[in-house]
Protein backbone atom coordinates (compact mmCIF):
# COMPACT_ATOMS: atom_id res chain seq x y z
CA UNK A 1 0.00 0.00 0.00
CA UNK A 2 1.61 2.98 -1.52
CA UNK A 3 0.45 6.31 1.32
CA UNK A 4 2.03 9.82 1.29
CA UNK A 5 2.13 9.69 4.55
CA UNK A 6 5.84 10.83 5.47
CA UNK A 7 6.49 14.21 6.46
CA UNK A 8 9.20 15.67 4.81
CA UNK A 9 11.29 16.83 7.66
CA UNK A 10 11.88 12.71 8.13
CA UNK A 11 13.28 12.80 4.93
CA UNK A 12 15.90 15.22 5.97
CA UNK A 13 16.43 13.67 8.74
CA UNK A 14 17.30 9.93 7.22
CA UNK A 15 19.74 12.00 4.67
CA UNK A 16 21.51 14.17 8.39
CA UNK A 17 22.78 10.48 8.80
CA UNK A 18 24.88 10.44 5.45
CA UNK A 19 26.83 13.53 6.19
CA UNK A 20 29.07 12.18 8.76
CA UNK A 21 30.22 9.25 6.21
CA UNK A 22 30.28 12.07 3.27
CA UNK A 23 28.21 10.08 1.20
CA UNK A 24 26.53 11.84 -1.45
CA UNK A 25 22.35 11.81 -0.78
CA UNK A 26 21.32 12.49 -4.76
CA UNK A 27 21.97 9.17 -6.26
CA UNK A 28 19.97 7.12 -3.33
CA UNK A 29 17.28 9.90 -3.78
CA UNK A 30 16.93 9.69 -7.48
CA UNK A 31 16.79 5.66 -6.98
CA UNK A 32 14.51 6.07 -4.37
CA UNK A 33 12.00 8.30 -6.71
CA UNK A 34 11.93 11.13 -4.59
CA UNK A 35 12.96 14.87 -6.51
CA UNK A 36 16.40 16.02 -5.21
CA UNK A 37 14.91 18.63 -3.06
CA UNK A 38 11.67 16.68 -1.05
CA UNK A 39 9.75 19.71 0.33
CA UNK A 40 6.09 17.33 -0.01
CA UNK A 41 4.78 14.42 2.07
CA UNK A 42 6.48 10.99 0.54
CA UNK A 43 4.75 7.73 0.52
CA UNK A 44 5.80 4.91 2.67
CA UNK A 45 6.86 2.92 -0.21
CA UNK A 46 9.46 5.68 -0.93
CA UNK A 47 10.59 6.60 2.14
CA UNK A 48 11.08 2.76 2.81
CA UNK A 49 13.16 2.50 -0.48
CA UNK A 50 15.63 5.33 0.58
CA UNK A 51 15.53 3.49 4.10
CA UNK A 52 16.92 0.26 2.85
CA UNK A 53 19.40 2.42 0.56
CA UNK A 54 20.35 4.68 3.08
CA UNK A 55 21.21 1.17 5.34
CA UNK A 56 23.44 -0.45 2.56
CA UNK A 57 25.51 2.47 2.06
CA UNK A 58 26.18 3.03 5.55
CA UNK A 59 26.14 -0.53 6.40
CA UNK A 60 23.69 -0.29 8.97
CA UNK A 61 19.75 -0.71 9.21
CA UNK A 62 19.42 1.79 12.32
CA UNK A 63 21.14 4.85 9.90
CA UNK A 64 23.84 5.76 12.63
CA UNK A 65 21.20 6.12 15.38
CA UNK A 66 22.61 3.85 18.28
CA UNK A 67 25.84 3.38 19.67
CA UNK A 68 26.53 0.33 17.38
CA UNK A 69 24.93 -0.26 13.98
CA UNK A 70 22.64 -2.69 12.90
CA UNK A 71 24.15 -4.46 10.12
CA UNK A 72 22.41 -5.44 7.20
CA UNK A 73 19.49 -8.55 8.01
CA UNK A 74 19.73 -7.57 11.68
CA UNK A 75 16.08 -6.51 11.21
CA UNK A 76 14.93 -9.91 9.70
CA UNK A 77 16.74 -11.72 12.62
CA UNK A 78 14.83 -9.08 15.33
CA UNK A 79 11.60 -10.84 13.57
CA UNK A 80 13.10 -14.35 13.55
CA UNK A 81 13.89 -14.06 17.40
CA UNK A 82 10.43 -13.24 18.38
CA UNK A 83 8.05 -15.12 16.23
CA UNK A 84 8.02 -18.02 18.41
CA UNK A 85 7.59 -16.36 21.76
CA UNK A 86 3.99 -16.80 22.33
CA UNK A 87 2.28 -13.87 23.76
CA UNK A 88 2.86 -9.78 23.27
CA UNK A 89 5.00 -9.54 26.57
CA UNK A 90 7.32 -12.15 25.68
CA UNK A 91 7.98 -10.96 22.15
CA UNK A 92 8.59 -7.39 23.45
CA UNK A 93 10.90 -8.33 26.19
CA UNK A 94 12.68 -10.70 24.42
CA UNK A 95 13.09 -7.69 21.26
CA UNK A 96 14.44 -5.46 23.73
CA UNK A 97 16.73 -8.03 25.08
CA UNK A 98 18.08 -8.71 21.15
CA UNK A 99 18.22 -4.36 20.47
CA UNK A 100 20.51 -3.98 23.31
CA UNK A 101 23.06 -6.45 21.99
CA UNK A 102 22.73 -5.55 18.57
CA UNK A 103 22.54 -1.58 19.40
CA UNK A 104 24.29 -1.54 22.72
CA UNK A 105 22.23 1.76 23.18
CA UNK A 106 19.52 3.20 23.71
CA UNK A 107 18.27 0.11 25.53
CA UNK A 108 14.82 -0.53 26.69
CA UNK A 109 13.14 -1.94 29.83
CA UNK A 110 9.52 -3.68 29.89
CA UNK A 111 7.63 -1.89 33.39
CA UNK A 112 3.87 -2.58 33.84
CA UNK A 113 1.95 -0.68 36.77
CA UNK A 114 -1.30 0.08 37.37
CA UNK A 115 -2.40 -0.95 34.23
CA UNK A 116 0.24 0.60 32.13
CA UNK A 117 3.00 -0.78 29.92
CA UNK A 118 5.72 1.52 29.82
CA UNK A 119 9.15 0.85 27.57
CA UNK A 120 12.09 3.18 29.19
CA UNK A 121 14.84 3.59 27.18
CA UNK A 122 18.33 3.96 29.15
CA UNK A 123 20.99 6.10 26.91
CA UNK A 124 24.54 6.06 28.54
CA UNK A 125 25.65 8.28 26.00
CA UNK A 126 22.80 11.07 26.51
CA UNK A 127 20.11 12.15 24.48
CA UNK A 128 19.80 11.00 21.11
CA UNK A 129 18.12 13.26 18.45
CA UNK A 130 14.21 12.40 18.37
CA UNK A 131 14.59 11.06 15.04
CA UNK A 132 16.74 8.37 16.80
CA UNK A 133 14.09 7.62 19.20
CA UNK A 134 11.35 7.65 16.87
CA UNK A 135 13.13 4.97 14.68
CA UNK A 136 13.44 2.73 17.51
CA UNK A 137 9.42 2.86 18.55
CA UNK A 138 8.88 2.13 14.51
CA UNK A 139 10.94 -0.77 14.34
CA UNK A 140 9.63 -2.12 18.17
CA UNK A 141 5.96 -1.27 18.34
CA UNK A 142 5.50 -1.93 14.20
CA UNK A 143 6.95 -5.42 14.24
CA UNK A 144 5.11 -5.88 17.63
CA UNK A 145 1.30 -4.92 16.16
CA UNK A 146 1.91 -7.10 13.23
CA UNK A 147 3.06 -10.09 15.44
CA UNK A 148 -0.39 -9.91 16.95
CA UNK A 149 -2.08 -8.52 14.12
CA UNK A 150 -4.14 -5.95 15.58
CA UNK A 151 -3.15 -2.02 16.33
CA UNK A 152 -1.72 -1.24 19.83
CA UNK A 153 -3.06 2.53 20.25
CA UNK A 154 -0.31 3.94 22.34
CA UNK A 155 -0.92 6.43 25.57
CA UNK A 156 1.75 8.73 25.07
CA UNK A 157 5.52 9.35 24.42
CA UNK A 158 7.79 11.19 26.22
CA UNK A 159 11.46 12.22 24.67
CA UNK A 160 14.04 12.65 26.75
CA UNK A 161 15.57 15.36 23.80
CA UNK A 162 14.82 18.64 23.13
CA UNK A 163 11.77 18.77 20.74
CA UNK A 164 12.80 19.02 16.89
CA UNK A 165 11.57 21.85 14.76
CA UNK A 166 8.99 19.64 13.10
CA UNK A 167 7.56 18.47 16.34
CA UNK A 168 3.43 18.51 14.93
CA UNK A 169 4.82 15.45 13.08
CA UNK A 170 5.90 13.51 15.81
CA UNK A 171 1.82 14.03 17.16
CA UNK A 172 0.69 13.13 14.00
CA UNK A 173 2.84 10.40 13.23
CA UNK A 174 2.04 8.68 16.25
CA UNK A 175 -1.27 9.20 17.13
CA UNK A 176 -0.88 10.26 21.01
CA UNK A 177 0.10 13.33 22.84
CA UNK A 178 3.74 13.62 22.52
CA UNK A 179 6.39 15.16 25.15
CA UNK A 180 9.30 16.55 24.84
CA UNK A 181 12.29 17.74 27.00
CA UNK A 182 11.64 14.53 29.60
CA UNK A 183 13.36 13.04 32.68
CA UNK A 184 13.37 9.78 30.06
CA UNK A 185 12.44 8.71 27.08
CA UNK A 186 9.71 6.57 27.21
CA UNK A 187 6.57 4.70 25.68
CA UNK A 188 2.97 4.21 27.22
CA UNK A 189 0.34 1.87 26.14
CA UNK A 190 -2.58 -0.12 27.66
CA UNK A 191 -1.37 -3.44 29.92
CA UNK A 192 -4.42 -5.07 28.92
CA UNK A 193 -2.77 -5.84 25.38
CA UNK A 194 0.36 -7.54 26.75
CA UNK A 195 -1.58 -10.99 27.01
CA UNK A 196 -2.45 -11.09 22.97
CA UNK A 197 -1.09 -14.29 21.56
CA UNK A 198 1.27 -13.79 18.55
CA UNK A 199 -0.80 -15.46 15.25
CA UNK A 200 2.32 -14.96 12.45
CA UNK A 201 4.12 -18.03 11.13
CA UNK A 202 6.96 -18.49 9.39
CA UNK A 203 5.48 -18.21 6.01
CA UNK A 204 3.64 -15.35 7.02
CA UNK A 205 6.93 -14.00 8.12
CA UNK A 206 8.55 -14.24 4.84
CA UNK A 207 5.81 -11.59 3.26
CA UNK A 208 6.11 -9.60 5.96
CA UNK A 209 10.17 -8.99 5.50
CA UNK A 210 9.53 -8.98 1.70
CA UNK A 211 7.41 -5.63 2.30
CA UNK A 212 9.22 -4.06 5.22
CA UNK A 213 10.18 -1.68 6.19
CA UNK A 214 7.51 0.22 4.00
CA UNK A 215 4.92 -2.13 5.46
CA UNK A 216 5.42 -0.94 9.11
CA UNK A 217 5.43 2.92 8.52
CA UNK A 218 1.72 2.85 7.97
CA UNK A 219 0.83 3.68 11.93
CA UNK A 220 1.58 0.27 13.04
CA UNK A 221 -1.84 -1.10 11.72
CA UNK A 222 -3.52 -3.37 9.82
CA UNK A 223 -4.47 -0.67 6.93
CA UNK A 224 -5.69 -2.94 4.29
CA UNK A 225 -8.30 -6.58 4.08
CA UNK A 226 -11.70 -6.67 5.72
CA UNK A 227 -10.42 -5.54 9.02
CA UNK A 228 -9.93 -1.93 7.36
CA UNK A 229 -13.05 -1.95 5.75
CA UNK A 230 -15.27 -2.89 9.22
CA UNK A 231 -13.09 -0.10 11.01
CA UNK A 232 -13.99 2.12 8.42
CA UNK A 233 -17.74 1.27 8.44
CA UNK A 234 -17.82 1.47 12.35
CA UNK A 235 -15.69 5.06 12.45
CA UNK A 236 -18.58 6.74 9.96
CA UNK A 237 -20.95 6.25 12.57
CA UNK A 238 -21.87 6.22 16.04
CA UNK A 239 -21.61 3.44 18.66
CA UNK A 240 -24.97 3.66 19.26
CA UNK A 241 -25.57 2.99 15.53
CA UNK A 242 -23.43 0.27 14.77
CA UNK A 243 -24.63 -3.04 13.47
CA UNK A 244 -24.11 -6.54 15.11
CA UNK A 245 -22.26 -9.08 13.19
CA UNK A 246 -24.44 -10.17 11.22
CA UNK A 247 -25.53 -6.62 10.17
CA UNK A 248 -22.06 -5.68 9.20
CA UNK A 249 -21.62 -8.68 6.99
CA UNK A 250 -24.45 -7.87 5.06
CA UNK A 251 -23.37 -4.27 4.79
CA UNK A 252 -20.18 -5.78 3.41
CA UNK A 253 -21.92 -8.12 1.10
CA UNK A 254 -20.86 -10.98 2.89
CA UNK A 255 -21.93 -13.94 4.85
CA UNK A 256 -21.40 -13.84 8.13
CA UNK A 257 -19.19 -17.47 8.09
CA UNK A 258 -17.08 -15.46 5.69
CA UNK A 259 -16.54 -12.46 7.30
CA UNK A 260 -15.66 -14.17 10.45
CA UNK A 261 -12.99 -16.30 9.09
CA UNK A 262 -11.62 -13.15 7.29
CA UNK A 263 -10.89 -11.37 10.27
CA UNK A 264 -9.17 -14.53 12.15
CA UNK A 265 -7.06 -14.38 9.44
CA UNK A 266 -6.32 -10.64 9.63
CA UNK A 267 -6.00 -11.66 13.52
CA UNK A 268 -9.06 -9.80 14.18
CA UNK A 269 -11.93 -10.00 15.92
CA UNK A 270 -15.46 -8.08 15.26
CA UNK A 271 -15.53 -7.16 19.20
CA UNK A 272 -11.61 -6.62 19.21
CA UNK A 273 -12.51 -3.67 16.43
CA UNK A 274 -15.46 -2.16 18.48
CA UNK A 275 -13.20 -1.91 21.49
CA UNK A 276 -10.39 -0.36 19.66
CA UNK A 277 -11.94 2.42 18.59
CA UNK A 278 -14.72 2.35 21.38
CA UNK A 279 -11.47 3.36 23.72
CA UNK A 280 -9.70 5.92 21.32
CA UNK A 281 -13.53 7.96 21.44
CA UNK A 282 -13.84 7.06 25.24
CA UNK A 283 -10.08 8.74 25.88
CA UNK A 284 -10.87 11.99 23.75
CA UNK A 285 -14.29 11.85 25.73
CA UNK A 286 -12.97 11.82 28.95
CA UNK A 287 -10.40 14.90 28.12
CA UNK A 288 -13.16 16.85 27.88
CA UNK A 289 -16.17 18.54 30.24
CA UNK A 290 -19.02 15.61 29.38
CA UNK A 291 -20.01 13.31 32.41
CA UNK A 292 -18.74 9.82 32.48
CA UNK A 293 -22.53 8.87 32.46
CA UNK A 294 -23.06 11.01 29.35
CA UNK A 295 -19.71 9.40 27.84
CA UNK A 296 -21.31 5.95 28.07
CA UNK A 297 -24.45 6.78 26.26
CA UNK A 298 -22.60 8.48 23.84
CA UNK A 299 -20.48 5.32 23.42
CA UNK A 300 -23.06 3.14 22.94
CA UNK A 301 -23.60 1.70 26.45
CA UNK A 302 -27.32 1.39 28.01
CA UNK A 303 -26.00 1.72 31.52
CA UNK A 304 -23.31 3.57 32.85
CA UNK A 305 -21.66 0.46 34.87
CA UNK A 306 -21.25 -1.74 31.58
CA UNK A 307 -18.92 1.49 30.46
CA UNK A 308 -17.23 1.40 33.34
CA UNK A 309 -16.55 -2.34 33.44
CA UNK A 310 -15.48 -2.28 29.73
CA UNK A 311 -12.87 0.90 30.65
CA UNK A 312 -11.37 -1.09 33.43
CA UNK A 313 -10.73 -4.13 31.33
CA UNK A 314 -9.28 -1.95 28.62
CA UNK A 315 -6.62 -0.33 30.78
CA UNK A 316 -6.53 -1.45 33.75
CA UNK A 317 -8.58 1.99 35.58
CA UNK A 318 -11.55 3.18 36.11
CA UNK A 319 -12.63 6.57 33.86
CA UNK A 320 -12.69 8.68 36.49
CA UNK A 321 -8.68 7.49 37.42
CA UNK A 322 -7.92 7.93 33.89
CA UNK A 323 -9.17 11.78 33.66
CA UNK A 324 -7.77 12.57 37.25
CA UNK A 325 -4.40 11.54 35.82
CA UNK A 326 -4.62 13.17 32.40
CA UNK A 327 -5.47 16.51 34.27
CA UNK A 328 -2.71 16.09 36.74
CA UNK A 329 -0.24 15.36 33.78
CA UNK A 330 -1.60 18.23 31.73
CA UNK A 331 -0.72 20.87 34.49
CA UNK A 332 3.20 20.63 34.75
CA UNK A 333 4.21 19.67 30.91
CA UNK A 334 1.56 22.06 29.02
CA UNK A 335 4.72 23.89 28.35
CA UNK A 336 6.57 21.18 27.05
CA UNK A 337 4.43 19.70 24.45
Given at each position: M??????????????????????????????????????????????????????Q?????F?????????????????????????????????????????????????????????????????????????????????????V??????????????????????????????????????????A?????????????????????????????????????R???????????????F???????????????????L????????????R???????????????Q???????????????????????????????????????????
Amino acid sequence: MDRRIIAPGFVADALDRLGGQGIDPAPLLAEAGLPPVVDQPVSNVQFARLWGLIAQAMEDEFMGLAARPMRPGGFAMLCHAILHTGTLERALRRALRFLALVLDDPRGDLRVQGGRAEIVLADRGGPRAAFAYRTYWLVLMGVACWLVGRRIPLRGLDFRCAAPADRHDYHQFFGAPVRFDQPVTRLVFDAAHLPLPVIRSEAALRGFLREAPANILVRYRQDHGVSARVRARLAASAPADWPGFEGMAADLHLSPATLRRQLRLDGQSYAALKDDLRLVQARRLLAGPRSVAQIAADLGYSEPSAFHRAFVKWTGETPGAYRLAQIAASRPASSAT
